[in-house]
């Protein structure tokens, strides 16, 4: 192996490190957290083996972890800071990054439905609500006098194809491809549950599935009620659909939020089975 040991090149090394990680399968982000923490090391390696300190026996393996440590002091501050900083960032990434992605990707299309006409769109954000088959989360419910709007987001890298037919779509990354849950499914469950809660005709609802703008999608639907957009898309596919006249938008909202589950203990509980449902 040879190894040219440059602060520049470990440094670009770290950043595609932390790119392949948030675009691989969850199943390899542990090859990545572990390759993060070899990086340093093989670098360090490196550095000791152009002082002729790579060969080591059994009994200088006190002195070579000691040579170990001193050629990583050796580096700059800066650089030290910066190589510790990757490695905290991918050990926090491996045990919450999934959710971290989750949750932004609900941040950016919450910003987006926020700048919809406050005076006839009201928008509800992260719901927990339970019908007769259990707990549902809820993304985004945008309710107005034109109908209900169920906003599922999905945070993917990659090339997502699917068919609103089908129980599962793929999702493509890096070459390889992996089953996912169709989340026009996953918003017709929760559309069966407001349906339930506020005794509305199922005309009433619009089902829309809205991507990160990086995601690639092919996705056939067969209904003029649902949608699959993505980000910078998603507020006018709510304003050009209006599907009913006359709700009364004020009273719906009143009642889901009187429906909305905020206890945190069962808010936790319903995301671990959720977790368990899709491994």
């Given at each position: 192996?040879?190894?040219?040991?440059?602060?520049?090149?470990?440094?670009?090394?770290?950043?595609?490190?932390?790119?392949?990680?948030?675009?691989?399968?969850?199943?390899?982000?542990?090859?990545?957290?572990?390759?993060?923490?070899?990086?340093?090391?093989?670098?360090?390696?490196?550095?000791?083996?152009?002082?002729?300190?790579?060969?080591?026996?059994?009994?200088?393996?006190?002195?070579?972890?000691?040579?170990?440590?001193?050629?990583?002091?050796?580096?700059?501050?800066?650089?030290?800071?910066?190589?510790?900083?990757?490695?905290?960032?991918?050990?926090?990434?491996?045990?919450?990054?999934?959710?971290?992605?989750?949750?932004?990707?609900?941040?950016?299309?919450?910003?987006?439905?926020?700048?919809?006409?406050?005076?006839?769109?009201?928008?509800?954000?992260?719901?927990?609500?339970?019908?007769?088959?259990?707990?549902?989360?809820?993304?985004?419910?945008?309710?107005?006098?034109?109908?209900?709007?169920?906003?599922?987001?999905?945070?993917?890298?990659?090339?997502?194809?699917?068919?609103?037919?089908?129980?599962?779509?793929?999702?493509?990354?890096?070459?390889?491809?992996?089953?996912?849950?169709?989340?026009?499914?996953?918003?017709?469950?929760?559309?069966?549950?407001?349906?339930?809660?506020?005794?509305?005709?199922?005309?009433?609802?619009?089902?829309?599935?809205?991507?990160?703008?990086?995601?690639?999608?092919?996705?056939?639907?067969?209904?003029?009620?649902?949608?699959?957009?993505?980000?910078?898309?998603?507020?006018?596919?709510?304003?050009?659909?209006?599907?009913?006249?006359?709700?009364?938008?004020?009273?719906?909202?009143?009642?889901?939020?009187?429906?909305?589950?905020?206890?945190?203990?069962?808010?936790?509980?319903?995301?671990?089975?959720?977790?368990?449902?899709h491994r």
């Amino acid at each position: 192996i040879v190894i040219k040991g440059s602060t520049t090149s470990c440094y670009s090394m770290c950043l595609m490190l932390l790119r392949l990680y948030t675009t691989s399968r969850p199943v390899q982000h542990s090859y990545w957290f572990f390759l993060g923490m070899l990086i340093p090391v093989v670098y360090l390696l490196g550095k000791i083996a152009r002082l002729g300190l790579s060969k080591t026996s059994g009994g200088r393996i006190v002195d070579f972890f000691v040579s170990l440590w001193n050629g990583f002091m050796v580096w700059p501050a800066s650089f030290r800071y910066l190589v510790l900083a990757v490695i905290v960032l991918l050990f926090f990434a491996k045990i919450w990054g999934n959710q971290f992605l989750g949750k932004s990707g609900e941040h950016w299309a919450a910003q987006e439905l926020g700048k919809l006409p406050s005076g006839e769109y009201h928008v509800l954000n992260d719901l927990v609500l339970e019908d007769s088959h259990g707990l549902h989360q809820i993304d985004h419910v945008v309710v107005s006098p034109y109908g209900i709007y169920m906003v599922e987001t999905k945070n993917y890298t990659g090339s997502i194809i699917g068919d609103a037919k089908y129980a599962n779509w793929l999702l493509y990354v890096g070459g390889q491809k992996r089953k996912i849950h169709s989340p026009l499914r996953q918003n017709y469950g929760h559309i069966k549950c407001l349906q339930e809660l506020l005794k509305l005709d199922e005309s009433a609802f619009v089902s829309i599935v809205c991507f990160a703008n990086r995601t690639k999608t092919k996705v056939t639907v067969h209904s003029d009620r649902e949608f699959v957009v993505h980000t910078d898309t998603l507020r006018s596919a709510v304003l050009d659909h209006p599907q009913c006249s006359g709700l009364d938008a004020e009273s719906i909202v009143q009642n889901l939020q009187s429906f909305n589950i905020t206890d945190k203990k069962i808010r936790r509980q319903h995301v671990k089975q959720l977790r368990a449902a899709h491994r």
